[in-house]
Structures are given as structure tokens and as C-alpha cells.
């Protein structure tokens, strides 16, 4: 069975500094996806960025990267100059392929304080 | 266009109480999903939906559940007998195609708290 990990419960960063989110996970598959999710306070989960495991290039967003660390089994969230509008919970998500349902894998979440 | 709702969304419910929480996908999605989400953690997948057909019902905890997409549009969860274990946030997703890698577009989520 696949598990993710979100290590870090909450985190808090200056308003235009970078901050890193960590994930780790565990899974047997050589093949899937990666995501990160972002949900604000009482607003609707919305997908921030994804990553194919067969791809070595890291996706990146405008101000949001990853870092896809396959061997180490690790899919870090790097934001750049953070806005207020990025106070969020962040979940770091999985799915093995080829997949028949779309089932999402997600972590436990990090809490993301944006301070001005 | 419109994106996917969820009513309602709050419900409180005595334990034993059935309740029937509704999805509306975003129009023309064939996939949807249903997830559990308990406070402070990540969700859990239910269910999944393509089309009327339920292909994957895997995640339901229990007998207790049940989902339903008579007409390939509109869905419901249903639980009967509630229990406080039920209290959670059900959110639902839908994506585009048949293919199971689009991108899936999540609701605001019905927040039970079963008493």
C-alpha cells in the first residue's frame, strides 16, 4: 500500500520570502503522479502543481517548484515570494498508474501561514 | 462555468439519524469522487464514478454507505445510522474525462458533525 507524509503540521513564512513544504513517500509502483493541493480556510481544494515520476525535469508554476527526488522517495513544495494569499493547508497527494479509479493518496496536510 | 457544489453544507444529525449529502459535478464531467476528510487530516478516498457506473467503492468504511449516480450527473452519499466516527467533511471531486490522471476540480464540502 501507498502512504504519503507530511512532516511538518504547520509552518509560517515572511510576506516575498521562499519557504519549502516537505513530502515523503512510500510505494512499491515505478510508475505515478505527485501533486500538491492547496485549500484555504473555508474555500475549495484547488490543484497548485504535478509532477509525472517518469519525468526528471521538475514541474514548476509561476512561483511554485518542486523538488523530485525519486530514489529518496521525496516531493518537496518550494514557494517564492510568498503572498498573503497563500495561507493555506497544503496536501501532498499521490497516485499510482496506470490507475483505474483516479484514486488520490493525500497526506496529512501543512498548515502555511503567510505573515506581512 | 460553474464549479462543483455540494448541499448541504453543514448538516448535524443524532447518531442513528440517516443523512444524504448531495454532489453537483461541474457539467459534462464524467468522473466523480467522493472523499473523507476528518479534522486536520488529509482526505480519504470513498468512491469513484464514471459515468452512472460506480467502478471503484473500495474506500467506503462500511455497509453503512452508500453512493449513487442514477443519471451520470448529480450524486449522493448516503449514511444511514449515523455515528460520531461519521463526523467528517465529505468532499467531492469531478474531472473531465474517462481518464483517471485529469485533473480533479474538488466542491466546498458538507461538514456532518453527528451528535
Known amino acids: 500500500a501507498q502512504t504519503v507524509t507530511q512532516s511538518q503540521p504547520e509552518m509560517s513564512v515572511q510576506e516575498a520570502e521562499t519557504v519549502t513544504l516537505s513530502c515523503t513517500y512510500d510505494t512499491s509502483e515505478n510508475n505515478y503522479y505527485l501533486f500538491w493541493y492547496k485549500q484555504p480556510p473555508s474555500r475549495q481544494m484547488i490543484l497548485v502543481i504535478r509532477?509525472?515520476?517518469?519525468?526528471?525535469q521538475n514541474a514548476t508554476e509561476n512561483r511554485f517548484s518542486v523538488n523530485f527526488q525519486k530514489a529518496a522517495k521525496s516531493f518537496s513544495l518550494k514557494i517564492s515570494d510568498s503572498q498573503l494569499g497563500d495561507t493555506a493547508m497544503y496536501f501532498c497527494a499521490f497516485m499510482k498508474l496506470p490507475s483505474n479509479t483516479g484514486k488520490l493518496i493525500f497526506g496529512q496536510g501543512t498548515t502555511l501561514q503567510v505573515k506581512p | 462555468g460553474a464549479g462543483v457544489s455540494q448541499s448541504p453544507r453543514y448538516k448535524v444529525a443524532k447518531r442513528g439519524q440517516d443523512v444524504a449529502l448531495r454532489c453537483d459535478p461541474i457539467?459534462?464531467?464524467?468522473?466523480l469522487f467522493w472523499y473523507q476528510q476528518a479534522l486536520g487530516q488529509g482526505p480519504e478516498f470513498l468512491t469513484y464514478f464514471q459515468n452512472e457506473a460506480q467502478l471503484d467503492k473500495s474506500g467506503l468504511p462500511s455497509d453503512r454507505f452508500f453512493a449513487e449516480r442514477p443519471e451520470g450527473s448529480v450524486s449522493t452519499l448516503k449514511i444511514q445510522r449515523t455515528q460520531q466516527e461519521d463526523s467528517a467533511v465529505y468532499l467531492c471531486?469531478?474531472?473531465?474525462?474517462?481518464?483517471?490522471?485529469?485533473?480533479?476540480?474538488f466542491g466546498p464540502g458538507t461538514r456532518l458533525t453527528v451528535l
Open positions: 457539467s459534462g464531467h464524467v468522473s
Open positions: 509532477q509525472e515520476a517518469y519525468k526528471q
Open positions: 471531486a469531478s474531472s473531465l474525462g474517462g481518464i483517471r490522471t485529469d485533473t480533479q476540480y
